[in-house]
Antibody, heavy 118, light 111 residues
């Protein structure tokens, strides 16, 4: 059973870069899964950010595409999210997630709250 | 791609059934059989309950069932139990640039 755990700063200044890492256990980032990120603004719904596979193929949500970079570190069995030029609107709980395919998210991290504020 | 439309709330007494709708378009729900449903308890991560419209992951009770008609998908919870009280989100494949289009969410209350 794949388990995911997010880590990173809980506070980011406006115009800065949000950086989060997801550690994978019970599986490998080199398998045929897709690994990605979903966020949820306080009291709001879910928003898909993007995903990638072990070969480095990436998909990004079009409204966020210009600000998002996803990467994978096979040596550490981790994958990461960078979101640039953040504003208060980027304040949310960020979940890392994995999919075995067919556009369903099988596993979720516990989520981490990132607040954008000075 | 706009969010899928769900009713804000739904409710039922223990043992009853409740059905949640998820309205999309001919570009997402109406075109693909990749509709999923997620259950989210307060301050918890979402959990996959239904995928590919009607399939249940291992461990999900058969009280949960999914269906689709045209551009609208539905989740039915039969024999409602207290632990089913949660938020439910639908999701559909929306094409190459939108693998995941989520619904607006429905809060299910067990009376």
């Amino acid at each position: 059973q794949v388990q995911l755990q997010e880590s990173g700063p809980g506070l980011v200044e406006p115009s800065g870069t949000l950086s989060l890492t997801c550690s994978v256990s019970g599986g490998s980032v080199t398998n045929n899964y897709w690994y990605g990120w979903v966020r949820q603004s306080p009291g709001k719904g879910l928003e898909w950010i993007g995903d990638l596979n072990h070969a480095g193929t990436t998909n990004y949500n079009p409204p966020l595409k210009s600000r998002v970079t996803l990467s994978v570190d096979k040596s550490k069995n981790q994958f990461s999210l960078k979101l640039t030029s953040v504003t208060a609107a980027d304040t949310a709980v960020y979940y890392c997630a994995s999919s075995t395919g067919w556009y369903k998210i099988d596993h979720w991290g516990q989520g981490t709250l990132v607040t954008v504020s000075s | 791609q706009s969010a899928l439309t769900q009713p804000p709330s739904a409710s039922g007494s223990p043992g009853q059934s409740v059905t949640i709708s998820c309205a999309g378009t001919s570009s997402d729900i109406g075109h693909y059989n990749y509709v999923s449903w997620y259950q989210q308890h307060p301050d918890k991560a979402p959990k996959l309950m239904i995928f590919e419209v009607t399939k249940r992951p291992s461990g999900v009770p058969d009280r949960f069932s999914g269906s689709k008609s045209g551009n609208t998908a539905s989740l039915t919870i039969s024999g409602l139990q207290a632990e089913d009280e949660a938020d439910y989100y639908c999701s559909s494949y929306g094409g190459g640039n939108d693998p995941y289009v989520f619904g607006t969410g429905t809060k299910v209350t067990v009376l």
